[in-house]
């Protein structure tokens, strides 16, 4: 034994052991580890003492984590924005100014195509709370209804009759019109009985709505008949004017010269023709200032009252229609110029007979689009149709994306959006059961049943205003007089009457100051940033490059990958040689096939465990020594070559 | 991967290859013979870039000096970042983040309170003494009588009754005119003998005074009206005291028809469950919709006003407490779900016979704590006892350190904050001076004296609503007729004033995006480390292991010399007793240091490295390595040590 580990240690000590070249992976290892300039590593093989190395190793260990969890932490965190604000001062741009009068049409206007819808309301009305008219005129055409009422048969109240519901007892109703029990078999969709016995009144108000083969049908109830009058009517109105078409509606609501009677801005004297029409479904007419094409944008050069828009606005209280709008004023909406202007949602409303003004401030926001927020700059990635002729926003998106939702599930549009294409708007003789159709599909939107609030994205960059509204008396006492009766003689042509106060209201819009801010996002980290943090972190810890990286992966992947293939090709090899040749009489020549790495692992085994049990070590060892040795003369072979090789290079 | 692959060479060579025999020789902890030996192994084997070239450079004075002074200068060098870079650390900066969300919003709870405390009816018998020593007032001040059959009648029983402490008196101001303000007090020396020219010289006021009527002072207005008022409040307070303390809540009016008509979120009615209730000593009767208590969370998936709350309100005033209540209306609150509602710092007045609609839009502001800032995340460090069973607020921290201190100083409960258990509110029945000792206290509060402002710090996330309100005539000339025919009748109850008997209010979200203003450290540690860690690189190309190789050599350093003392001192001590034993180890540790079977390790190792050079540098040291135990049993280990290697080496 003694001659064989002496040739063994002479062989390793005259073998020099390179890296890519080394025998087996612990030399590798060892090699890698004397030579490379990564701290930690070094010390493992050369300190001495189990403990110590042990320690080295662990230090080496954690290092190497908190390099890993520390560049970890700094790639997560490499999306992050940074937000800068800016103020500007400067010529802005007046946005785009959209002006509405609460009541769409003109009631005489539109009284024909709504006389029965009036009188079932009326009737429905003297039934539930014996509710006649007090004035003589409307009594004397409340008569001429009743007259014309006799002869039809009431159309609306069959088709959603509204109903009193007993406290509690949602079974059985009363319907308006008959005023017969009845008994009804649905849902109630709202649990509104808890309300009703804190009402003095016993009785709960809503309407019904059934589908096509009327087995399925929902009792809509408010706690208080106003809203449920004023829902029943809006339903029916907007069947009825989804029947009409758009140059009609447009003739049947105010003109531009009728609803401003006067207009000044920037100091200057303006008129209609400075506004565009924009036909809202539900506010009628409506007309934007700073919205005209192919001209350029106006702008304002002076913050303050005077130099912004100042308009006096005609506002008829006797043309309203009594059911569908129960206030009296204007709206005004803010907004882009290729916005769309949501009069319903958003919007000041403007009193009569009093002074607004609504200072203006603006603030212009961008935000990152992708790795950094889920944001659109279009409709590009939004898989919904735009609907509106402007440009997207969220709530564009929203609405687009329950009208499609509407036109996909009950086949027609809803009336106070825009049409989509090739759908046309819901009315009940064509599509008889939209109405319970279109409660079901918002109660569905409200709980965000479908999806329309996943699919849209924000607007990456939005233009805000942030209004400050005040309000004053207007006119004044004293200026009454004068005032209105110049703005009569003014208005002769359009207003045949004497103005009131009532009938006006004023409107002045500016900027408090010509300061722009902008929110702009910007990324908080660059990839040199990355880089250099990663660096320093490297540094930090193990004092590591990119060039020891580089190191680690050609030691540890492919050198000992090919170690380990060349070991495993050995082994087979030797296994195969076994086969072909198990018996073989040079069998006692082997110990010097020491380099041979299947060898090594072979004969590693009986001295680890000698090592490990010392006594019978020696005994065992030596008569067990020869025998095991399986050695092929190929093998031997290769290894004698390899020998004369190596010492002609290193002659040591 | 590359974590785990520097084990293999760690653990390797002890069980395999050529160690099997170092694996019994080499100790748990070996330690280097002399300081030379450990210098040397240091240098051989440092990572430090100059300490190499200053400490194991040759005995060139030149080059050591030059080495020196270059790693004097880096490493000052490199200090002087560090410090900049700790000092950056730790001052804690902060980087405002603005984020733009656009999200479903959570619709904050809305207070919603009639402006009249009580009907005047039903708190008419208490009031009846205080309204007709208030007419007498106002008789006697300016000749002002509201109804004569009243007033008469109280002139026949003026004498009958006591009258109430602290009159309103007319005082003349005194000779310095500083007098524009307000609220002033005068001291006690001020007297009414002097004689006015002018009205312009009086000023309305009553008098407040300590127990024991030995300080006084006035509380002055510059106008009657606020003076009226202001006593009648102060009055007003005192009998309302009484009242809750012997009073069940038999006065609320706890029906939401009466006060609310209609109410509608997002298209639906709302019910019971929606709304939480409680009276304010001076709003009245109070209503919280969507509060923390509410059965279902109101959630706004659109802006807009279909999307909101909606209501009609009751604004007559025909029971409104006459000389308390000047405002008609309502008073309309936004606030967060587990807020309480403030009513007197952010309400919002609505006016009769309009539809006010308030767009609302939400902004969010979180701050960091800790050492980033000084605010609180749920006020659980504030020294300030929360009365209000809610979320910490600066508000409600500040309601609650008055309420404290005036319950320290007066020994009474102002009636507006709660009152914590077993205290009383004020009146001056009971506590006689309390309202001198409030005005004092109030005085001392708002010029923070009483160091509330300072004891309460700001809470670290808030929400703020913004609220802008547009106003339009409700109802419509056309439509009021219907619309109140309706209402009354649907409520049993008939609007009498028509227009100025009914309100609207919307309250919507003006939109979807909401602004979160947020701070972020904006030194991490981790970038702190990273900077660190550049320098440390551009300087000195060491890294935390070479601190860790340095502590080692300072350990060993001391260890060795540890062990050289305790050896001269065992062989001078036990020199003649115990000399074998001492000479056992003496010879033990070269013998131990110098096995055969060591000399391959070095010669291994320096064979390895390519570089030839490098290999007698190596192997020219002999691997003197003292094998040593652990302190306790130096000599034993070294014993056992040796015994192990017989076998080894026949």
Known sequence: MAPGEKIKAKIKKNLPVTGPQAPNIKELMQWYCLNTNTHGCRRIVVSRGRLRRLLWILFTLTAVALIFWQCALLISSFYTVSVSIKVHFQKLDFPAVTICNINPYKYSAVRHLLADLEQETRAALKTLYGFSEIT???????????????????????????????????????????????????????????????????????????????????????????????????????????????????????????????????????????????????????????????????????????????????????????????????????????????????????????????????????????????????????????????????????????????????????????????????????????????????????????????????????????????????????????????????????????????????????????????????????????????????????????????????????????????????????????????????????????DNPSLDIDDDLPTFTSALSLPPAPGSQVPGTPPPRYNTLRLERAFSSQLTDTQTTFPH | MKGDKPEEPGPGPEPSGPPPPTEEEEALLEFHRSYRELFEFFC?????????????????????????????????????????????????????????????????????????????????????????????????????????????????????????????????????????????????????????????????????????????????????????????????????????????????????????????FNQDSCNEANYSHFHHPMYGNCYTFNDKNSSNLWMSSMPGVNNGLSLTLRTEQNDFIPLLSTVTGARVMVHERDEPAFMDDAGFNLRPGVETSISMSKEAVDRLGGDYGDCTKNGSEVPVENLYNTKYTQQVCIHSCFQESMIKECGCAYIFYPRPDGVEFCDYRKHNSWGYCYYKLQDAFSSDRLGCFTKCRKPCSVTIYKLSASYSQWPSATSQDWVFQMLSRQNNYTIKNKRDGVAKLNIFFKELNYKSNSESPSVTMVTLLSNLGSQWSLWFGSSVLSVVEMAELIIDLLVITFLMLLRRFRSRYWSPGRGGKGTQEVASTPAASLPSSFCPHPAFFSSSPPDPAISPALSAPPPAYATLGPHPAPSGLAEASTSAHAPGEP
Request: net charge neutral.
């Open chain 1, 136 to 594: 003589s005129r409307k009594r004397r055409e409340a008569q001429s209804w009743s007259s014309v009422r006799k002869g039809t048969d009431p159309k609306f109240l069959n088709l959603a009759p509204l109903m009193a519901f007993e406290k509690g007892d949602t079974g059985k109703a009363r319907d308006f019109f008959t005023g017969r029990k009845r008994k009804v078999n649905a849902r109630i969709i709202h649990k509104a009985s808890d309300v009703m016995h804190i009402h003095n009144s016993k009785e709960v108000v809503g309407f019904q709505l059934c589908s096509n083969d009327t087995s399925d049908c929902a009792v809509y109830t408010f706690s208080s008949g106003v809203n449920a009058i004023q829902e029943w009517y809006k339903l029916h109105y907007m069947n009825i004017m989804a029947q009409v078409s758009q140059e009609k509606k447009i003739n049947m609501s105010y003109s531009a010269d009728e609803l401003l009677v006067t207009c000044f801005f920037d100091g200057v004297s303006c008129d209609a023709r400075n506004f565009t029409l924009f036909h809202h479904p539900m506010y009628g007419n409506c007309y934007t200032f700073n919205n005209r094409q192919n001209e350029t944008i106006l702008s304002t050069s002076m913050g303050g009252s005077e130099f912004g828009l100042q308009v006096i606005l005609y506002i008829n209280e006797e043309e309203y229609n009594p059911f569908l709008v129960s206030s009296t004023g204007a709206k005004v909406i803010i907004h882009r110029q290729d916005e769309y202007p949501f009069v319903e949602d958003v919007g000041t409303e403007i009193e009569t007979a009093m002074a607004t003004s609504i200072g203006m401030h603006l603030t212009e926001s961008f935000k990152l689009s992708d790795p950094y927020s889920q944001c659109t700059e279009d409709w590009s990635d939004v898989q919904i149709t735009n609907i509106y002729n402007a440009t997207y926003s969220l709530q564009i998106c929203l609405h687009s994306c329950f009208q499609a939702k509407m036109v996909e599930n009950c086949g027609c549009a809803q009336y106070s959006q825009p049409l989509p294409r090739g759908a046309d708007y819901c009315n009940y003789q064509q599509h008889p059961n939209w109405m319970y159709c279109y409660y079901q599909l918002h109660q569905a939107f409200v709980r965000e049943e479908l999806g329309c609030q996943s699919v849209c994205k924000e607007a990456c960059s939005f233009k805000e205003w942030t209004l400050t509204t005040s309000l004053a008396q207007w006119p004044s006492e004293v200026s009454e007089k004068w005032l209105l009766s110049i703005l009569t003689w003014d208005q002769s042509q359009q207003i045949k009457k004497k103005l009131n106060k009532t009938d006006l209201a004023k409107l002045l819009i500016f900027y408090k100051d010509l300061n722009q801010r902008s929110i702009m996002e910007n990324p908080a980290n660059s990839i040199e940033q990355l880089l250099s943090n990663i660096g320093g972190q490297l540094g930090l810890w193990m004092s590591c490059s990119v060039v020891c990286v580089i190191e680690i992966i050609e030691v540890f992947f492919i050198d000992s990958l090919s170690i380990i293939a060349r070991h495993q090709w050995h082994k087979a090899k030797g296994w195969w040689a076994r086969r072909r040749a198990p018996a073989c009489p040079e069998a006692p020549r082997a110990p010097q096939g020491r």
């Open chain 2, 44 to 264: 051989n084997n440092t990572t430090i870039h100059g300490a190499i070239r200053l400490v194991c450079s040759q005995h060139n004075r030149m080059k050591t000096v030059f080495w020196a002074v270059l790693w004097l200068c880096t490493f000052g060098m490199m200090y002087w970042q560090f410090g900049q870079l700790f000092g950056e650390y730790f001052s804690y900066p902060v980087s405002l983040n603005i984020n733009l969300n656009s999200d479903k919003l959570v619709f904050p709870a809305v207070s919603i309170c009639t402006l009249n405390p009580y009907r005047y009816k039903e708190i008419q018998e208490e009031l009846e003494e205080l309204d007709r020593i208030t007419e007498q007032t106002l008789f006697d001040l300016y000749k002002y009588n509201s109804s004569k059959t009243l007033v008469a009648h109280a002139r026949s029983r003026r004498d009958l009754r006591e009258p109430l402490p602290h009159p309103l008196q007319r005082l003349p101001v005194p000779a310095p005119p500083h007098a524009a303000r307000g609220v002033r007090r005068a001291g006690s020396s001020m007297r009414d003998n002097n004689p006015q020219v002018n009205r312009k010289d009086w000023k309305i006021g009553f008098q407040l005074c300590n127990q024991n009527k030995s300080d006084c002072f006035y509380q002055t207005y510059s106008s009657g009206v606020d003076a009226v008022r202001e006593w009648y409040r102060f009055h007003y307070i005192n009998i309302l005291s009484r009242r809750r303390q012997d009073t069940s809540p038999s006065l609320e009016e706890d029906v939401l028809g009466k006060f609310i008509f209609t109410c509608r």
